[in-house]
């Protein structure tokens, strides 16, 4: 499957346009990452728990995306947009959304 940010896959034509996709993941944090989170925050540096747990969130909410394409006989999405956002009411949990148009080259 091809994901793309552009609104066209060079060389190759859409065919169809099949409808918007989405794919979204919410995650929360744990209280031992946020305190070594806190710690690198102080000292400096990156925080390589939260990178993983951001990383493995956008590639599910992708991954959630290509499947929808997948269901409506896509086999690309382009227009590809992700979008990050913090919820709770502590700002404990983080959203991954991706969103694009499934279409069939």
Same mark, same amino acid.
């Given at each position: 499957?091809?994901?793309?940010?552009?609104?066209?896959?060079?060389?190759?034509? @859409?065919?169809? =346009?099949?409808?918007?996709?989405?794919? #979204?993941?919410? !995650?929360? &944090?744990?209280?031992?990452?946020? /305190?070594?989170?806190?710690?690198?925050?102080?000292?400096?540096?990156?925080?390589?728990? =939260? #990178?993983?747990? /951001?990383?493995? &969130?956008? #590639? #599910?909410? /992708?991954?959630? +995306?290509?499947?929808?394409?997948?269901?409506?006989?896509?086999?690309?999405? @382009?227009? !590809?947009?992700?979008? =990050?956002? !913090? /919820?709770?009411?502590?700002?404990?949990?983080? +959203?991954?959304?991706?969103?694009?148009? &499934?279409?069939?080259?």
């Amino acid at each position: 499957m091809i994901v793309t940010t552009t609104a066209i896959v060079e060389g190759r034509p @859409v065919q169809d =346009y099949l409808g918007i996709v989405t794919g #979204e993941v919410i !995650v929360g &944090a744990n209280i031992v990452r946020d /305190l070594f989170a806190s710690i690198t925050d102080l000292v400096g540096g990156r925080s390589g728990k =939260y #990178e993983n747990v /951001l990383a493995r &969130a956008r #590639e #599910e909410a /992708l991954g959630e +995306m290509k499947a929808r394409a997948a269901q409506l006989g896509g086999n690309a999405v @382009v227009g !590809v947009d992700l979008d =990050y956002e !913090v /919820l709770g009411k502590s700002g404990s949990m983080l +959203m991954v959304s991706a969103s694009g148009t &499934a279409v069939r080259l």
